[in-house]
């Protein structure tokens, strides 16, 4: 059942993760699964996620390494601490929906990649209609996209954005390049939205309620303006970002250099 729904799945995985993904159907459990990996890397040498339905109305996602992932672990070992507390925040945000466990009897707030045999699973149970769409697609919502985003921050893959148009922000800035960069990384709307949800902070309309499917219009608003920023710093989408409708997020910038923060905005509100 599962690879009629490979395509679904893995353009849901790479919208998510801002990577570019493969995946291959595994038949090696009692159930067909499937295994993903970043594209770049040949299987054997880094990182898989395999999602496996168990039982009646469970999903397992299970992450471990390929035999020859020796070099792309190092290189995950070297981590700036600003990509070891994204990666450890995602994860975490897997224990919502799903019991999350990390080999070495390590905790979801201090884990780290010891060798080739660490493992993360994380199992979501009295899940119905499992193989519908829009149950598949919050599975790997919910599981598959954090932990392949985790590995992708650890990594180092930047993902893939549109060039900047010439005029835009100042040719040689490195800090605004750096932050510009970090903001439009879809890990950090990923972590950003699963901690705020997706109700606009100043309107307080729930896109997706309002919306369903199409409700993923919601914009993510980066709190200190990007022109303002002297030295780089650490970076928390937790805190440094919010969602915003797109008409608030219009409004908010209609000031400039300085944005309208969330409460200026909110108070201009006017109801009929």
């Not at 549109?162 to 990384?185: D, F």
């Not at 008409?247 to 509100?269: I, Q, Y």
Request: charged share 25%.
């Amino acid at each position: 059942m599962l690879a009629a729904k490979q395509e679904l799945i893995l353009r849901e995985v790479e919208e998510g993760t801002g990577a570019e993904i493969s995946l291959e159907e595994d038949r090696s459990g009692l159930q067909a699964g499937i295994r993903l990996w970043f594209s770049d890397l040949p299987r054997p040498n880094g990182p898989i996620v395999t999602l496996r339905p168990k039982g009646l109305n469970r999903f397992e996602a299970k992450l471990s390494f390929g035999n020859f992932a020796s070099a792309t672990i190092a290189q995950m070992q070297k981590a700036e601490a600003e990509e070891v507390q994204l990666a450890r925040a995602l994860v975490t945000s897997v224990a919502r929906n799903a019991d999350v466990s990390i080999s070495g009897g390590q905790s979801l707030d201090d884990w780290m990649i010891t060798d080739g045999g660490f493992m993360i699973t994380a199992e979501k149970r009295g899940i119905n209609a499992r193989f519908d769409d829009e149950t598949l697609v919050g599975t790997c919502r919910e599981l598959v996209i954090p932990i392949l985003a985790a590995l992708a921050e650890l990594y180092g893959y930047d993902p893939v954005t549109e060039p900047e148009q010439p005029g835009g922000e100042i040719e040689g800035s490195v800090t605004l390049a750096v932050v510009k960069r970090r903001e439009r990384n879809p890990r950090n709307r990923l972590l950003c939205l699963r901690v705020h949800g997706t109700s606009c902070k100043v309107c307080a309309t729930d896109l997706s309620a309002r919306y369903g499917e199409a409700g993923a219009i919601v914009e993510v608003h980066h709190l200190q303006p990007l022109a303002l920023l002297g030295q780089p710093r650490a970076y928390d989408p937790a805190t440094d970002l919010i969602p915003l409708c797109p008409n608030c997020h219009r409004a908010v910038h209609t000031r400039r250099p300085v944005p309208w923060t969330p409460d200026e905005l909110r108070g201009m509100l006017t109801f009929d």
